[in-house]
Structure formats: structure tokens, C-alpha cells
């Protein structure tokens, strides 16, 4: 008998990706099955990043790298977020990672254990509650509300913060509601901490480029009192169609840089060489495609809105980032996982059911709108038609 130890009897995962494979393999058996669960662009990686990668192959760039990754694209990351934000930061503080996930993978390990807090968004990525489990730390969530925009608020988060809480992890633009959290609310959030000194705040801003109708993204970066306190978690996967190259960037406070650059040493070494390069083209080169993509997410935001609007009991929010609609379906009778469930069975529509992302998404499927208009559409009179004709389980 193995025993392996008690943390892997609290992990969690993301169901995204069952979704994603139960929908691939009722497609394999010839289901017309419309994607609507997986949150990932439906775009190609811009040529000029991919050739860069190619490019480095063929220029030997094969080994390993530092395991923080290659001076220039930190420079490039630093320079970046000068360009975008107008934020001063160290090359020296920035850790290229395999992908998004890794950082707040680092940033719970770092701070949970038995007895710690750790504060996270409900409805939210799936992987901080899973994360915070596993560390046997206590996760304690901020409700996100649908009255409030899908913003959190300042105040409830605050409320929540007691002696024991070591880790507060914020996402704006968000997943899987698609809310911003305006920046007078983030203003008064980082006010509110000035009160809670010993709590460390990682802010997920990988939809930082995603926002709609002319509203800024606003980064905790803006914020000199909390740097020395800031995990800031970005990286390529969203911004350039990058998911699967596993490309993504953390700025650490310097107490705290060494220690994940450890992690990194400790388990993965170093991110895949070629793809850094990719990385570098893709920060220093042309930034239409990124453009491009975003205005067709803007689009299509529109399309899906309108569409689930008109569905029989179903209210829908306007997204005013990422790409995902988080419809209201409670009035239709449905659980939202069961209703996930039938629309992909009996419609061939793969959502996700909110509960999937915390106990506070119940009420409520998400919809990722990163496919075509054609399919939106199609979609949408799916499962129009079947809440039509259905009863709910
Ligand atoms: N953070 C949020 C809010 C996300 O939605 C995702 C991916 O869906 C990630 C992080 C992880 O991104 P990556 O695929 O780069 O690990």
C-alpha cells in the first residue's frame, strides 16, 4: 500500500478541463458539439512570435536558461509595464514562469500552511481554493457579487481580513464573470490594507488587456504603499494566444523573489528556452494582432449578451473583460451544473457550470465567448430550444 501524504486528499482541479474532454470525445463519436466551456483564445499565435521561436531553435537557443528566465525578456517585461502602466520595475524582481498558474502556485505555497487564512474570490479561478487546500491553509472566500457588477468590494473584502490572514488573492478583469472592479473600489481596497500590514496580496491581472467600452485596467502596480508587498501574476497565455506554449510572468517583492526563484530551481529549472524568445518577440513586436483580437472579442461580447438576454428566464450582465459571459440562469428552475451538463449531453453546448467556480457561482453558468460568431449564434439558439422543450432535473 502506498501512502502518499494527506494534502492530495484536499486538491482540487479545474473542471474546464473535463468539460474540454468529455465534449472532444462526444465530438470523436460524431456529436456536433460547440465549445463554448474552454477558456482559451480561438486565435492563432501571431506568425512573427512563432517564427521568433523557430528562429532561436535554429540559433541554438536549446539549453537551459537562467532559471528566472533571460535577461532581455524581464527587461522587456519591465519595459512593458512602464509602457502600459507607467509602473517603475526591477528586471531583477521578475520571474519568467511556465504559464499563469505557476505564480499563484508559488505565492499559496508561500503563505499557507495549517492556521493560515488565505483570502480569495468566489465565483473564481478554481485553482486558488484547490491551491489554498492543499497548503492545509483555511480558504476563506469574497463573495463576488452579480448586484455589485461582478466587482468586489472593497468593504466586504476588508471585513474579511482577521489576524490569521497571510494571503489576499484579487482578479480583475475576472474569470469566470467577465466583472472589472471599478479603480475607485481598488483605491479603497489598498486605503483598507494600510490597517493589515502583514498581509501579502496577489493581484491576477491576466486579462489586464481585456477591457471593454474604453475602461482602463487598473493595476495594483499603480500602488507605491503595497509594493513591497505585491505579487503581480500576467503572462502570455490570453494577450497573444499563447496557452499552449505555457508562458507567464510574476513581479515579486524582493523579500519574497528568491524564494520562488528556488521553486522554480527546485522543480521545473527553468522555462522552455525557445518560448521565452517567443515571449520577447511577441512583448517588443507589432501589437495590432493583440488589437485585432480584442476588438472581435468585443464584438462577439455583444452577440452573446444580447442572445442570452432573449433566452426563456435567463439575465445576463454586459462582460466588461476577459471573455466570458456569466448568465443569471436561476430563474429557469435548472442547478447550474445540471444544466451544463444537459446542454452538453442533449445540445451539444459545452458551458460551465458556476458552482465549478466556487460555492458563490451557484445560479449561474459561464459561457466563454472565444469562438465564432457562427458558433455563438448557433449556440445560443441551442439552447434556447432546449430550455424551451425541457423541464428542469
Ligand atoms: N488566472 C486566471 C484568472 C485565469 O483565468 C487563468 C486561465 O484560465 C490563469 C490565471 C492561468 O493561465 P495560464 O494558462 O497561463 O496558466
Given at each position: 500500500m502506498l501512502h502518499t501524504v494527506g494534502a492530495f486528499s484536499r486538491i482540487g482541479e479545474e473542471n474546464a478541463f473535463a468539460v474540454l474532454a468529455r465534449a472532444t470525445e462526444?465530438?470523436?463519436?460524431?456529436?456536433?458539439?460547440?465549445n463554448l466551456g474552454i477558456g482559451?483564445?480561438?486565435?492563432?499565435?501571431?506568425?512573427?512570435?512563432?517564427?521568433?521561436?523557430?528562429?532561436?531553435?535554429r540559433d541554438g537557443h536549446h539549453g537551459y536558461t537562467p532559471a528566472n528566465g533571460i535577461l532581455p525578456l524581464?527587461?522587456?517585461?519591465?519595459?512593458?509595464?512602464?509602457?502600459?502602466?507607467?509602473?517603475?520595475?526591477?528586471?531583477?524582481?521578475?520571474?519568467?514562469?511556465?504559464?499563469?498558474?505557476?505564480?499563484?502556485?508559488?505565492?499559496?505555497?508561500?503563505?499557507?500552511?495549517?492556521?493560515?487564512?488565505?483570502?480569495?474570490?468566489?465565483?473564481?479561478?478554481?485553482?486558488?481554493?484547490?491551491?489554498?487546500?492543499?497548503?492545509g491553509a483555511t480558504p476563506i472566500p469574497v463573495p463576488i457579487?452579480?448586484?455589485?457588477?461582478?466587482?468586489?468590494?472593497?468593504?466586504?473584502?476588508?471585513?474579511?481580513?482577521?489576524?490569521?490572514?497571510?494571503?489576499?488573492?484579487?482578479?480583475?478583469?475576472?474569470?469566470?464573470?467577465?466583472?472589472?472592479?471599478?479603480?475607485?473600489?481598488?483605491d479603497k481596497l489598498?486605503?483598507?490594507?494600510?490597517?493589515?500590514?502583514?498581509?501579502?496580496?496577489?493581484?491576477?491581472?491576466?486579462?489586464?488587456?481585456?477591457?471593454?467600452?474604453?475602461?482602463?485596467?487598473?493595476?495594483?502596480?499603480?500602488?507605491?504603499?503595497?509594493?513591497?508587498?505585491?505579487?503581480?501574476?500576467?503572462?502570455w497565455s490570453k494577450t497573444y494566444a499563447m496557452t499552449g506554449w505555457r508562458m507567464g510572468y510574476s513581479i515579486w517583492p524582493k523579500p519574497l523573489y528568491d524564494n520562488a526563484r528556488k521553486l522554480a530551481v527546485n522543480s521545473y529549472s527553468c522555462v522552455n528556452a525557445s518560448a521565452q524568445f517567443a515571449g520577447l518577440a511577441a512583448l517588443t513586436g507589432p501589437q495590432d494582432a493583440v488589437h485585432e483580437m480584442v476588438?472581435?472579442?468585443?464584438?462577439?461580447r455583444k452577440v452573446v449578451t444580447e442572445g442570452l438576454n432573449a433566452l426563456p428566464n435567463v439575465s445576463a450582465a454586459v462582460p466588461k473583460g476577459a471573455f466570458y459571459a456569466f448568465p443569471n440562469i436561476s430563474r429557469t428552475g435548472w442547478k447550474a451544473k445540471k444544466l451544463a451538463s444537459a446542454l452538453l449531453e442533449e445540445a451539444g453546448v459545452a458551458t460551465i457550470g458556476g458552482p465549478d467556480f466556487g460555492v458563490h457561482g451557484e445560479g449561474f453558468i459561464r459561457?466563454?465567448?472565444?469562438?465564432?460568431?457562427?458558433?455563438?449564434?448557433k449556440a445560443l439558439a441551442r439552447m434556447g430550444e432546449f430550455l424551451d422543450s425541457h423541464r428542469p432535473a
Open positions: 462526444l465530438a470523436r463519436q460524431g456529436r456536433d458539439i460547440i482559451q483564445p480561438d486565435f492563432r499565435t501571431p506568425e512573427h512570435i512563432v517564427e521568433a521561436a523557430i528562429k532561436a531553435l524581464r527587461e522587456a517585461v519591465a519595459a512593458d509595464l512602464h509602457k502600459r502602466f507607467g509602473a517603475t520595475v526591477d528586471p531583477d524582481l521578475v520571474l519568467i514562469v511556465p504559464g499563469g498558474k505557476v505564480t499563484m502556485f508559488m505565492a499559496i505555497l508561500m503563505f499557507g500552511e495549517p492556521g493560515a487564512e488565505i483570502l480569495y474570490p468566489d465565483p473564481g479561478f478554481p485553482i486558488y481554493r484547490s491551491m489554498i487546500e492543499f497548503t457579487r452579480e448586484e455589485n457588477g461582478f466587482a468586489f468590494s472593497a468593504e466586504e473584502t476588508l471585513s474579511l481580513i482577521t489576524p490569521r490572514t497571510r494571503l489576499l488573492i484579487v482578479n480583475s478583469p475576472a474569470n469566470p464573470t467577465g466583472g472589472v472592479t471599478p479603480k475607485e473600489e481598488i489598498v486605503a483598507g490594507l494600510a490597517r493589515f500590514p502583514d498581509v501579502a496580496i496577489m493581484s491576477d491581472e491576466i486579462y489586464a488587456q481585456m477591457t471593454y467600452d474604453g475602461l482602463e485596467h487598473r493595476t495594483l502596480l499603480a500602488y507605491p504603499e503595497i509594493r513591497d508587498r505585491l505579487i503581480l501574476l500576467d503572462g476588438a472581435e472579442f468585443d464584438r462577439r459561457l466563454s465567448y472565444a469562438n465564432s460568431t457562427e458558433n455563438i449564434r
